[in-house]
């Protein structure tokens, strides 16, 4: 089974990301979620897009949080970091 198809489950955590920037607390939050369970959904509000474009959130949330960016589509992106120390890691 692929990432892509992994993301599409109804199982996989979802992350929602309003007003204001990028910041540490925004971070820890989804390093949190990546670190239990490898495979996030974040979804950008509208007043996320407000004071920056897409492309720019994804690069700062996906470089902070070390992550690979799987799949964008519309205003949501997939985000998969491998954590071998989970029981139930997904292994490809």
């Given amino acids: 089974m692929t990432l892509r198809k992994i993301a599409h489950s109804s199982e996989i955590v979802k992350c929602n990301v309003g007003k204001g920037?990028?910041?540490?607390?925004?971070?820890q939050s989804l390093e949190?979620?990546?670190?239990a369970h490898e495979l996030i959904k974040?979804?950008?509000?509208?007043?996320?897009?407000?004071?920056?474009?897409m492309e720019e959130l994804v690069?700062?949330?996906?470089s902070g949080i070390k992550a690979?960016?799987?799949?964008?589509?519309?205003?949501?992106v997939i985000?998969?970091?491998?954590?071998?120390?989970?029981?139930?890691c997904l292994k490809f």
Avoid at 32 to 35: L, S
Avoid at 68 to 76: A, L, R, W
């Fill in 79 to 88: 985000l998969y970091k491998a954590n071998p120390k989970l029981n139930n």
């Fill in 32 to 35: 949190n979620a990546i670190n």
């Fill in 68 to 76: 690979d960016v799987v799949q964008e589509i519309g205003h949501t």
């Fill in 21 to 27: 920037n990028v910041d540490n607390t925004l971070l």
């Fill in 42 to 53: 974040v979804v950008f509000l509208k007043s996320a897009l407000e004071s920056k474009k």
């Fill in 59 to 62: 690069l700062d949330i996906s």
